[in-house]
């Protein structure tokens, strides 16, 4: 998968050498996906991780957990948009407009805060994720939390009142979320990257 350095936002890659192609290992299996990894793949999917940024680590959780996660989600919607004055049914499109959508249009996060539902807790506890940052991030201590929702709409091929449709004005918004300021990080010996902390910081 290529990720053009102009898709991160404009034609800076000449000032800002980090803003460059990257070109992606695919699925060996299904090009429409990024390379993936089983949990016994440590090594492997680190050294993704090292130099990518990220990774994807498959079958950690159970498609019942999915298949959970993906209702509390869907309650979290009905709910805020009743809250709001509005109705969202999650077996019809119809009732997924903007003028009815909860949350951050364009962004796909629901609200601002994050949701203590049961799954959510269970997922941060699940040992297989747990095992899988401890891999990265090379630690056992580690401090975990839940976090908020994000459910972005589908914009192809839409079922709507027995029609078949496009929502262009579903599309997420063109922009770069990252949760840390890279400038905050500084490049290690051997060229990993970490954060540097205070005592201070970490107390509050």
């Given at each position: 998968?290529s990720i053009p350095a102009s898709e991160a936002?404009?034609?800076?890659?000449?000032?800002?050498?980090?803003?460059?192609?990257?070109?992606?290992?695919?699925?060996?299996?299904?090009?429409?996906?990024?390379?993936?990894?089983?949990?016994?793949?440590?090594?492997?999917?680190?050294?993704?991780?090292?130099?990518?940024?990220?990774?994807?680590?498959?079958?950690?959780?159970?498609?019942?957990?999915?298949?959970?996660?993906?209702?509390?989600?869907?309650?979290?919607?009905?709910?805020?948009?009743?809250?709001?004055?509005?109705?969202?049914?999650?077996?019809?499109?119809?009732?997924?407009?903007?003028?009815?959508?909860?949350?951050?249009?364009?962004?796909?996060?629901?609200?601002?805060?994050?949701?203590?539902?049961?799954?959510?807790?269970?997922?941060?506890?699940?040992?297989?994720?747990?095992?899988?940052?401890?891999?990265?991030?090379?630690?056992?201590?580690?401090?975990?939390?839940?976090?908020?929702?994000?459910?972005?709409?589908?914009?192809?091929?839409?079922?709507?009142?027995?029609?078949?449709?496009?929502?262009?004005?579903?599309?997420t918004s063109k922009n770069l979320h990252i949760?840390?300021?890279?400038?905050n990080y500084v490049r290690g010996k051997k060229?990993?990257?970490?954060?540097?902390?205070?005592?201070?910081?970490?107390?509050?």
């Open positions: 998968m936002g404009s034609n800076n890659s000449q000032k800002l050498p980090y803003l460059r192609e990257y070109i992606v290992p695919q699925d060996s299996e299904d090009p429409r996906y990024i390379k993936s990894f089983h949990l016994h793949e440590e090594k492997a999917f680190k050294e993704f991780f090292d130099k990518y940024g990220f990774v994807v680590i498959r079958d950690v959780a159970t498609k019942e957990e999915c298949e959970q996660t993906i209702d509390e989600m869907w309650g979290v919607v009905t709910k805020m948009a009743k809250k709001e004055g509005n109705v969202v049914v999650r077996s019809d499109p119809s009732t997924w407009e903007n003028e009815t959508w909860p949350g951050l249009i364009g962004g796909g996060f629901l609200g601002d805060i994050g949701f203590p539902t049961p799954q959510a807790f269970a997922n941060r506890q699940n040992p297989k994720i747990y095992k899988a940052f401890e891999v990265l991030f090379n630690r056992e201590d580690l401090f975990v939390s839940y976090d908020r929702y994000a459910l972005f709409r589908p914009t192809k091929d839409v079922v709507i009142n027995g029609k078949t449709t496009d929502k262009p004005e579903w599309k949760d840390m300021n890279p400038f060229g990993n990257q970490r954060l540097s902390l205070s005592r201070s910081n970490m107390n509050h």
